[in-house]
């Protein structure tokens, strides 16, 4: 396939920067947007910006969109306000940034008529993951409450026997149950793109991320993922604190393989609608492995397990990579251990210059 141009929303920031990069690597003209919210970046335009045609400004921005959309053959959508989005007050701004901010792109590509669509969507929409019930099967688990954390209850169990039940693997099938601001307006952001490419004849490929992490993370934030939370603890000579009982099931991918991900799905064919696609390794590891492997890496202390817990954390949830590989070809390279022990040196972006959560790009 010849290069194409393609517009990466929220260029500047942790995953849109990697993608952005790898695009250009592979042959191809990007045009990088980001609004540079100074919640989000602490300073001016970070170095790795320089080698692209960065555009400050908003996604909302019709004009904006309006000048350049026509002069590209894809979107790749990275743009948003990311973290739990545990204080409903805060809500406004998640639909605004999320929600709002997708829907001003799909109408901008209506206009101008650009069909292909990557969207950056998250496993957050699963909520919790799959699990089974040796009596009842596939079962949608009791939801843990803060009383059950207080105690130490962290296992959920089976709603129509109470018995402990078995993690499996997330297919994108699974029901969908967002449990956070954050989490609802991802999956809004899935609902508007796959209505819009059923009105439109458009393709969506929705890239469900799982845990990313890698170099250009921001630091020195509770929003910016566990993977440099605990980095930050350690780099200050603190023990990470895991919560529960760090024993909580995710699926740690690297963000070169995300950036990967991205490619590939923007040089295949787009499918018919709206797809959605597990974009994780594979292989499952706990929230406490993580910490024991970047403490090591480190020559930092020894994690300490709380306890406790959010209330929109989940269990486990841990993908199934099938789909993925099998529609884009993709696999995930980077192995924990090896991707872990980069991190522990990776280069990450400056805090950010307002105490708030972090969106990132338009």
């Not at 709603?159 to 402990?164: F, L, V």
């Not at 890239?207 to 605990?230: C, E, K, Q, W």
């Not at 950036?259 to 390794?281: D, E, F, K, M, Q």
């Not at 202390?301 to 817990?309: A, L, N, Q, S, Y």
């Amino acid at each position: 396939m010849t290069g194409m141009r393609i517009l990466v929303t929220g260029a500047a920031g942790f995953i849109g920067s990697h993608v952005a990069d790898l695009l250009a690597d592979q042959g191809h003209e990007v045009v990088a947007l980001d609004a540079l919210l100074p919640q989000a970046h602490g300073g001016p335009p970070p170095p790795w910006t320089r080698r692209h045609e960065l555009i400050v400004g908003d996604v909302r921005d019709a004009d904006l969109l309006a000048g350049v959309l026509p002069t590209v053959d894809a979107v790749c959508h990275q743009a948003a306000m990311v973290g739990h989005g545990l204080d409903p007050s805060d809500a406004p701004r998640y639909a605004a940034h999320n929600d709002l901010g997708t829907a001003s792109l799909l109408a901008a590509m209506h206009r101008v008529g650009v069909r292909r669509l990557v969207l950056a969507s998250s496993m957050v929409v699963y909520g919790e993951g799959r699990y089974d019930c040796d009596r009842h099967g596939v079962v949608r688990p009791t939801e843990r409450t803060p009383a059950d954390l207080d105690a130490g209850r962290f296992e959920p169990t089976c709603p129509e026997c109470g018995d402990p039940l078995t993690p499996g693997l997330v297919p994108e099938d699974a029901p969908l149950e967002p449990r956070s601001t954050y989490a609802a307006t991802k999956l809004a952001q899935e609902h508007l793109a796959g209505a819009w490419a059923r009105q439109t004849g458009g393709g969506v490929w929705a890239l469900r991320y799982h845990n990313v992490y890698g170099p250009r993370m921001p630091r020195d934030t509770p929003y910016a993922g566990v993977a440099s939370i605990f980095r930050s603890a350690l780099a200050a000579g603190q023990a990470p604190q895991v919560l529960e009982d760090g024993r909580q099931r995710r699926d740690f991918v690297h963000v070169t393989d995300v950036a990967r991900a991205n490619l590939l799905a923007l040089t295949t064919a787009p499918p018919n609608g709206l797809v959605p696609l597990n974009i994780c390794s594979g292989q499952p590891h706990t929230v406490g492995e993580l910490a024991h492997e970047l403490a090591t890496a480190m020559g930092g202390p020894t994690p300490e397990v709380v306890g406790g817990g959010r209330p929109a954390d989940v269990r486990h949830v841990v993908a199934d990579p099938t789909r993925a590989g099998e529609l884009i070809r993709f696999r995930a390279r980077v192995g924990f251990t090896e991707g872990v022990a980069a991190f522990a040196t990776a280069e990450l972006r400056v805090p950010a210059a307002v105490s708030a959560p972090t969106p990132v790009g338009g």
